[in-house]
Nanobody
Framework: QVQLVESGGALVQPGGSLRLSCAAS????????IGWFRQAPGKERERVSC????????SYATSVKGRFTISRDNAKNTVYLQMNSLKPEDTGVYYC??????????????WGQGTQVTVSS
């Protein structure tokens, strides 16, 4: 049974940092790309970052490039999102999702339940 469980969300001040985790079970992590998404209140869900399941290549939304870093620990079956220099506009529920194969261009086939990130002073 495929499961994705996010953790690490919190209330943080602008300029602060958080590391989100996406713990995967029921499948071998390095065979699949994993994406991070977020949804702010009243807005559509947007893609934040993705890491491929083959060579570990990464991609980022323009709004987070240079501030966020996605990484993967296959031994722990976990994908991380390190978020630095956080801004109020980074506030939202963050989800991880499994792609249907190696590549980030594929569609998502399983989602986690989300973790809340709030950036506010």
């Amino acid at each position: 049974q495929v499961q994705l469980v996010e953790s690490g969300g919190a209330l943080v001040q602008p300029g602060g940092s958080l590391r989100l985790s996406c713990a995967a079970s029921g499948f071998t992590l390095d065979y699949y790309a994993i994406g991070w998404f977020r949804q702010a209140p009243g807005k559509e869900r947007e893609r934040v970052s993705c890491i491929s399941g083959s060579d570990g290549s990464t991609s980022y939304a323009t709004s987070v490039k240079g501030r966020f870093t996605i990484s993967r620990d296959n031994a722990k079956n976990t994908v991380y999102l390190q978020m630095n220099s956080l801004k109020p506009e980074d506030t939202g529920v963050y989800y991880c999702a499994r792609k249907s194969g190696y590549w980030c261009l594929l569609t998502e086939d399983h989602w986690g339940q989300g973790t809340q990130v709030t950036v506010s002073s």
